[in-house]
């Protein structure tokens, strides 16, 4: 069972940016797909961004496309999400996912394709 750790969360302005870090064990990295999901309270968890194991393509949720990018490191066997012009709406803890495969999962159901979760990281966007 691969091992995902985050970091970079915190509390910032809203229009300012974070970099959101996803460290992955094993050497299965570069096999599969890795994604950013977040969850605010009271809310679903929903899926922000997914990027193919090779990287080579990504998708995104409509409520942050042109704000966030999703990226990874196979060397370093890590997956990042930067995220600008943020807004008090992106309040919610962070969530990266491995893949259980190497493509992207649908996203009318990314939940179906993530076998492991991170421990989530708060992001907390004040206006």
């Known amino acids: 069972q691969v091992q995902l750790v985050e970091s970079g969360g915190g509390l910032v302005q809203a229009g300012g940016s974070l970099r959101l870090s996803c460290a992955a064990s094993?050497?299965?990295?570069?096999?599969?797909?890795m994604g950013w999901f977040r969850q605010a309270p009271g809310k679903d968890r929903e899926c922000v961004a997914f990027i193919s194991a090779g990287g080579g393509t990504t998708v995104y949720a409509d409520s942050v496309k042109g704000r966030f990018t999703i990226s990874r490191d196979n060397a370093k066997n890590t997956v990042y999400l930067q995220m600008n012009s943020l807004k008090p709406e992106d309040t919610a803890v962070f969530y990266c996912?491995?893949?259980?495969?190497?493509?992207?999962?649908?996203?009318?159901?990314?939940?179906?394709?993530?076998?492991?979760w991170g421990q989530g990281t708060q992001v907390t966007v004040s206006s």
């Open positions: 996912a491995a893949g259980t495969g190497p493509l992207i999962p649908p996203m009318t159901d990314p939940l179906s394709g993530v076998r492991s």
């Open positions: 094993g050497h299965t990295f570069i096999l599969y797909a």
